[in-house]
């Protein structure tokens, strides 16, 4: 069982940055890949990025391409978003996943979901 707790999110002027961290309890965190999906009102949920297990590699949205980085802590038991050059189309909330063993950009092959972290840029 791993529970998932994001933190981070707020209200950003277009162009600002934010960086949302998601802090997972239990001792296998590093057994876990992590994804970063987000949903904005009246929107499916959508991927944003991914990580896996061991920091190693990292998958992008072409949305986010370029403006988000990724990353992990396993000693800490935390993955991180920078977000950077944010755009008012990022408004959304952000959720962070866990699926044992390979990373995916399918939200459904995730099993574990964090509360989200609701994500504003002001135009």
């Known amino acids: 069982q791993v529970q998932l707790v994001e933190s981070g999110g707020g209200l950003v002027q277009t162009g600002g940055s934010l960086r949302l961290s998601c802090a997972a309890s239990g001792r296998t965190f590093s057994s876990y890949a992590m994804g970063w999906f987000r949903q904005a009102p009246g929107k499916l949920r959508e991927f944003a990025a991914s990580i896996s297990r061991g920091g190693g590699l990292t998958f992008y949205a072409d949305s986010v391409k370029g403006r988000f980085t990724i990353s992990r802590d396993n000693a800490k038991n935390t993955v991180y978003l920078q977000m950077n050059s944010l755009k008012p189309e990022d408004t959304a909330v952000y959720y962070c996943?866990?699926?044992?063993?390979?990373?995916?950009?399918?939200?459904?092959?995730?099993?574990?979901w964090g509360q989200g972290t609701q994500v504003t840029v002001s135009s």
């Open positions: 996943a866990a699926r044992p063993g390979v990373q995916s950009i399918s939200g459904s092959e995730y099993e574990y």
